[in-house]
């Protein structure tokens, strides 16, 4: 007798959907990060006259590229260890009170997520240095990582909802990856043609 095999017939991969969804929010937001960085480096003393074209030469060459790797690997690791955390447990806290709708649990888990990775990286370092920091570092980690990983968190909980509504796996990571760092682009050229008009005109 032959018995037919039964198949996954939702969006294949749910889990790493999810993931392609957080990684695609962090980038965006270490994008815009990076973006106002250089933004505040501006407002510094400018370069030693000849060297700025040269200096953007290797930037571009050899910084670009190692700043976009650097930058997958820290999306990757706060998704591992922070964003699918607390994306489940808010999930199972949900389920559990018959509040699937409720916002609160998402930060509520990521603050508690979020707590306890820089709690045990604090412990750590405190070994390695002899002495733990002051608590208003640890506090500032926190609520930096808190507010980094809450986007993506709502992120991930959307596309889970999504993939499990028969949707295209990672559409939504595509689609805020694209028009995210589109927007950063747009925002960053705007911002050096009005230098650059300013410049002109005032210099």
Same mark, same amino acid.
């Given at each position: 007798?032959?018995?037919? @095999?039964?198949?996954?017939?939702?969006?294949?991969?749910?889990?790493?959907?999810?993931?392609?969804?957080?990684?695609?929010?962090?980038?965006?937001?270490?994008? @815009?990060?990076?973006?106002? $960085?250089?933004?505040?480096?501006? &407002?510094?003393?400018?370069?030693? #006259?000849?060297?700025?074209?040269?200096?953007?030469?290797?930037?571009?060459?050899?910084?670009?590229?190692?700043?976009?790797?650097?930058?997958?690997?820290?999306? =990757?690791?706060?998704?591992?260890? $922070?964003? $699918?955390?607390? *994306?489940?447990?808010?999930?199972r806290a949900a389920r559990?009170?018959? !509040?699937?709708?409720?916002?609160?649990?998402?930060?509520?888990?990521?603050?508690?997520?979020?707590?306890?990775?820089?709690?045990?990286?604090?412990?750590? &370092?405190? *070994?390695?240095?002899?002495?733990?920091?002051?608590?208003?570092?640890?506090?500032?980690?926190?609520?930096?990582?808190? *507010? $980094?990983?809450?986007?993506? /968190?709502? =992120?991930?909980?959307?596309?889970?909802?999504?993939?499990?509504?028969? !949707?295209? #796996?990672?559409? =939504?990571a595509r689609t805020v =990856?694209?028009?995210? /760092?589109?927007?950063?682009?747009?925002?960053?050229?705007?911002?050096?043609?009005?230098?650059?008009?300013a410049g002109w005109a005032?210099?």
């Amino acid at each position: 007798m032959n018995v037919p @095999i039964a198949r996954h017939q939702g969006p294949p991969w749910p889990a790493l959907s999810a993931l392609s969804a957080s990684m695609a929010a962090l980038l965006v937001e270490e994008a @815009i990060g990076m973006v106002g $960085l250089w933004l505040w480096g501006m &407002t510094g003393p400018g370069p030693e #006259p000849g060297s700025e074209e040269e200096s953007g030469a290797l930037f571009v060459l050899f910084g670009l590229p190692l700043l976009a790797g650097v930058a997958a690997v820290a999306a =990757l690791l706060l998704t591992l260890v $922070l964003v $699918l955390p607390a *994306v489940s447990l808010a999930g199972r806290a949900a389920r559990r009170h018959d !509040r699937p709708d409720a916002w609160w649990w998402l930060p509520a888990t990521a603050a508690g997520v979020t707590g306890t990775a820089v709690a045990a990286a604090g412990t750590v &370092t405190a *070994v390695l240095r002899g002495g733990p920091a002051g608590p208003l570092a640890y506090a500032a980690w926190w609520l930096g990582l808190l *507010v $980094l990983a809450l986007p993506a /968190c709502y =992120l991930t909980r959307l596309d889970r909802r999504r993939t499990a509504q028969g !949707r295209t #796996p990672a559409s =939504l990571a595509r689609t805020v =990856l694209t028009r995210g /760092c589109a927007g950063v682009a747009l925002c960053t050229s705007a911002v050096l043609v009005g230098v650059v008009a300013a410049g002109w005109a005032f210099g």
